[in-house]
């Protein structure tokens, strides 16, 4: 990429106060803690309560990841919040946030791409200030999946939770910040993982509901074949592009999807899982918000230091994929 350099200024996380166990969920589907540890390494998940939206997420996030970078509201230029559990089909939760923060003079608007939701965004975000538009961007990636999960199917309710993670992107040193992005999709494969009813195709009615067609609907083993496939792919895409060995790689941060797909993702890049910053144990799948509460971990945690190579790559519905390749520098 070249031009201005952009980075994240800052960055902050939340995820709701309410945890479902393995245990718990044992007594909800035909499932075992051993099960869902040894294939998925998911442990628990935080859930949204009654009455919390994902704009309520998408909020404290922000004012974190605002608070981090040491820059106010009203210096946003754009908000984008990446999700597909919106609070309502419209207005925008982007908008929602904007009234949320008071952030003035910010243009906002949401985007969809499923679990890649967040790096669409930062590629997105980051273009606005490379091209000169703006110079502050606040990307979030922020769901509320627990209340589109079909809690008696036991291929999915064992999988998702809730959260949100923001970002501050501006203009950072040179030679630092975003230095290479890879986006992708592939159309043909969007009936693997998806909502069917509640839109155009199906509107919502007594039959789309008897059918449980507004819940997540997956076919697992599939999915599992395409995220191993493509997250070593994207991921080195990215460092292509940023013309960046993957030696150099000092942290990868994945969509946190399942243990075994990260594994195997660390595997094809050459890296050893102390390199790896893994937290779905804590929060399953958090969709858009995973990549960047798990930075957010990375960072507050001191294993993200200023100068490390940093790549985040994440895959999803649609299908879409999506890697990016950051010099890590806060101030
Ligand atoms: O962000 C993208 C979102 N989606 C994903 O990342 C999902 C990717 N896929 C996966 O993570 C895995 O495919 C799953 C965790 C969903 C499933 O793991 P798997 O190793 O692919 O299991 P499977 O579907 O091959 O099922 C193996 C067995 C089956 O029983 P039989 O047919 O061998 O008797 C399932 O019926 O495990 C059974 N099973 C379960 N057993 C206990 C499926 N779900 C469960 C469950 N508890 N929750």
């Not at 949401?110 to 703006?134: E, M, N, P, Q």
């Not at 769901?143 to 036991?154: A, F, G, N, V, Y």
């Not at 199906?202 to 449980?212: F, G, M, N, V």
Request: overall charge neutral.
């Amino acid at each position: 990429m070249s031009g201005k350099s952009v980075g994240i200024l800052g960055i902050g996380s939340y995820v709701p106060e309410k945890v479902i166990t393995n245990a718990e969920l044992e007594k909800m589907v035909d499932t075992s803690d051993a099960w869902i540890v040894e294939r998925t390494g998911i442990k628990e998940r935080h859930v949204a309560g009654d009455g919390e939206a994902t704009s309520d997420l998408a909020t404290k996030a922000a004012e974190r990841a605002l608070l981090d970078a040491g820059v106010k509201a009203e210096e946003l230029d754009l908000i984008i919040v990446a999700t597909v559990t919106p609070d309502m089909v419209f207005p925008s939760v982007a908008c929602l946030v904007q009234d949320n923060l008071k952030a003035c003079k910010a243009a906002a608007f949401d985007l969809t791409a499923v679990c890649s939701g967040f790096i669409y965004g930062l590629v997105v975000g980051s273009s606005f200030i490379k091209s000169g538009t703006y110079k502050k961007v606040l990307v979030i990636g922020a769901e509320t999946l627990s209340k589109i999960t079909d809690w008696t199917d036991r291929n999915t309710a064992i999988l998702f939770g809730d959260g949100a993670g923001a970002v501050v992107l501006g203009e950072t040193l040179p030679g630092h910040g975003i230095l290479g992005v890879h986006l992708g999709s592939d159309g043909s494969g969007g009936d693997l993982l998806k909502v069917a009813a509640g839109g155009s195709r199906q509107p919502t009615s007594e039959k789309t509901i008897a059918d449980r067609a507004h819940f997540i609907q997956m076919d697992g083993k599939e999915v599992f074949k395409f995220a191993v496939k493509v997250m070593g792919e994207a991921a080195s895409k990215a460092l292509e592009a940023a013309n960046i060995s993957p030696k150099e790689i000092a942290c990868l941060v994945p969509h946190q999807a399942n243990l075994r797909i990260i594994q195997s993702a660390a595997k094809r890049l050459g890296l050893p899982m102390d390199k790896v910053v893994v937290n779905v144990d804590k929060y399953g799948n958090t969709s858009a918000a995973s990549i960047p509460i798990a930075l957010d971990e990375g960072v507050k945690s001191g294993r993200i230091k200023n100068g490390d190579v940093v790549v985040i790559v994440g895959f999803g519905g649609g299908l879409t994929w999506g890697a990016g390749v950051i010099k890590w520098y806060k101030e």
